[in-house]
Each structure stands twice: as C-alpha cells, then as structure tokens.
C-alpha cells in the first residue's frame, strides 16, 4: 500500500479555494473499540446512542480494514497515511521512521488554510526529536490513570469529558473565516484493568452516565462454563 498522503492532498486540492468552500471537519476516534460493541451495529447491550446517532444521519460501514489490530499502529496509519509495515524502522517495526512523518495529514490540511487541533490520547511511537505541537495549531495529550482529572476548582471530572471540553472550547475559539479540523481520541473504550489509584474500581466511567445499565441484564459470557474453565491450562486460570 503507498502512502494515502498524495491522494488526500489531491482530494483537498481540488476544489479547497475559500474558507466556504472547506468544510470544517472532526473526527472522533474511538481506541480499540470493535463494531460489535456499538448500537448501531446490532449490540443490544453496550449503550452507544450518541454514536448510533452520528451513524443514524450518517455513513455507516460494514466492510473494514485495519493494517495492523494495535492500537498505536492504528493511530500512526491514520495520522501518516502509511501502515505499519511501511513506516516502521528495520529492526523495530513499531517505531515510525523521521521521514514517514515529517508530514502528516494535518499538516497537509494546516497547509490549506486549516485551524487544527488534536485532544485525546496519542502513544504513537515516534522519532526521536518529534514534537507534536509542530504538527497541530493546539494539542494536548490526555491519557487515562488517572481516569478521573483535577480540576482548578478541586472537582474530578473524567477524561472522556475533559476531551470533549478541550473539542469545545477549540470550536468556541475558531476564527469565523478559518475552516477547522478537530482530532477528539478517546481512551477509555480500551482495555484496561482499572485507574491504578486506590479506591477508584474497575472501569471508572462519568458519573454523568450513572443508572444507564441499571434496566439491562447484563448476560454471563457464554465461556464462564466451569468445565470450559477447568479444561484451560493452569496458565490461563488466572
């Protein structure tokens, strides 16, 4: 597969004249997480319904690829328009080569006139010497552990939101001629055991979701048989 730069730089040359003409664009990414824990692909169980809107009035797939099922992989695809095997050094393929990313696709965009902002995770193994902030207008990494942030005022509030409000105030603060590209990546759909701090739990999530699941049964999973858990090997009985 050849880079997807080229074509993208196509793309956004074709017609891309005035700030009326470039749509303002924002994407979510959702780490790791699989279609078969969204609504709007049939799970009747894991509740999405803000994303089941999105595809409701939108494009939905059912026929997708990744280059690699990784999840940095994922996000230095996505952000160089190259995969894995084409980015990666000799002698250790996940780190991403100085050239492959010299550019990536929002400095394509950043070229053609675009504002552009990245909040969220980002644990893309990249080059010695490479600085995120070259490459957007505004960045900000917000990872997870802790899930829950500080806030000025001393409140906690969960990461996912603190993306969000980073994504918001980036909107509220765009010039009215400028078209925009907002990178919003979240953490929280991949896997994890638990905040590491004590007293947190498993799995923290907003408390602005409590009492979602609380009319839905929930089912065991279909392997928590006890003969299918006896006949595992010691090594996996963990």
């Not at 956004?12 to 303002?24: I, K, M």
């Not at 997870?144 to 509220?172: A, C, Q, W």
Request: one cysteine or more; glycine letters at 8%; a negative charge.
């Amino acid at each position: 597969m050849k880079t997807l730069l080229p074509l993208l730089f196509v793309l956004l040359s074709a017609r891309l004249v005035t700030a009326d003409d470039r749509p303002n664009i924002v994407f979510f990414f959702t780490d790791d997480q699989t279609i078969s824990t969204l609504g709007c692909y049939g799970n009747s169980v894991v509740q999405t319904p803000n994303i089941d809107a999105l595809a409701a009035r939108g494009t939905r797939f059912e026929n997708m690829f990744v280059s690699h099922s990784i999840c940095w992989v994922s996000r230095t695809t996505i952000l160089s328009g190259l995969t894995g095997r084409s980015y990666g050094t000799p002698g250790n393929h996940e780190l991403a080569r100085p050239e492959a990313v010299n550019t990536l696709y929002s400095d394509l965009l950043r070229e053609r006139g675009y504002r552009t902002g990245y909040f969220g995770k980002w644990h893309a193994k990249m080059p010695k010497g490479f600085k995120q902030g070259d490459h957007f207008d505004e960045f900000e990494a917000i990872g997870r552990n802790p899930y829950y942030k500080t806030m000025p005022d001393g409140s906690l509030r969960h990461e996912t939101e603190v993306i969000v409000d980073r994504g918001v105030e980036f909107i509220k603060n765009q010039p009215k001629d400028q078209p925009f590209a907002l990178n919003m990546w979240f953490n929280a759909c991949h896997a994890e055991d638990g905040d590491r701090r004590p007293g947190i739990g498993h799995f923290p999530w907003p408390r602005s979701v409590d009492g979602m699941y609380e009319d839905i049964q929930i089912a065991e999973p279909r392997l928590n048989a006890p003969e299918i858990f006896d006949a595992l090997p010691d090594f996996l009985k963990t």
